[in-house]
């Protein structure tokens, strides 16, 4: 497959302001808001607004490939380097809730010892870069609207029987049956095919949405790349543990390590690789992912008491946590800024925890 010669380049008119869009977002963050407080006084402890559970918290490096193309040097991938890296594994609901429910699976990525100011005033000298991502290609409320609608239907339910609680609070994952048997069907703005309880380690991740990529529009991926994770790729696994997915990432890298391919697939099209619907898969034979660099892990415990407080409770993961060459781009992602200053306010002031952006490696206990 030969790749394309013309990549869109990032300017003024790629992104496109939507009607009421001001609005729909301080209706929607202040939605998400209530429903963090009702979520608070269940647990008495503050959480995550969605992706709350942690299943595993791992150390690497992010090794950038040396000589990269023109289209690929961007932002911080200019130049070969080696990067400390902390990985939070999770699924989508804004709950803690045992495992066997099918959910979104999240990988956060985190990249220490990035030069440069970032685009967020108030850590402009931070030494962060992160990158969110889920193992799904789209989003399916894609645009700030339809992500509104589900938000404010979401919180008409949250006082519903937990069963119902279950299943609203998996982002984009709805059961047919389920919200028949409670009347709530008609409310609700799509259904999609639940994800399959597959290896969370097997899984292939993708930003939610398009980002800045220097010069270009893009979204980035994480792929496996060794063989032992590979092996992993569409494994059924047996969740029925309330913890299945934490110990499956625990026993993994108790004795052996592994290695992720980190990429891109650039924007060729708009009309085909919209960025104000993030609905839309991008085609991969329009624009196939390039390689950027490769994650390499080492085997250790993922799951510590020290580790899982400090993922939980002090670590904060933020999309916006970047450089404005990795601006995240769309509607969906410019309510996201205000939803993820309210929801980690909330939670680090709530929880008596403070919001500190890690410098080193060591500060993540072993």
Known sequence: MSLPTAYVRFAEGVEEIQPNEDQL???TVASMARV????????????????????GIIRGELHVHPNLPEHLAQGMFKEAKTYPVIIRLSTSPGAIQPDNQPAVKGFALK??????????AEEADALTQDFLLVNDTIIPTGDVKSYHDMQLRIEKLAHSPEVVQTIINEVGVLADKVLEAVGTKKELPLVVQAHPNNHILGETYTTLGAIRYGDYVAKVGIAPLSDNLKALAGKEMDVSEPG????????????????YELRAQLCTDLKTMPVEDASIDWPQDQSPYQALGKIVLQAQDTFSPARRVYADDVLSYNPFHCLPEHLPLGSINRVRIKAYASSTQY?????AQPKVEPTDINQLPD
């Open 25 to 27: 977002g301080d209706e």
């Open 111 to 120: 990249i220490i010892g990035v030069e440069g100011k970032k685009f967020l």
């Open 347 to 351: 939670r680090h002031a709530t929880n």
């Open 244 to 259: 299945a997915y934490r110990d499956m990432v625990s026993e993994f890298f108790r004795t052996q390590g592994g290695e």
């Open 36 to 55: 963090a407080r009702l979520m608070f006084e269940k647990n008495r402890h503050a959480i995550r607004d969605a992706h709350a559970k942690s299943h």
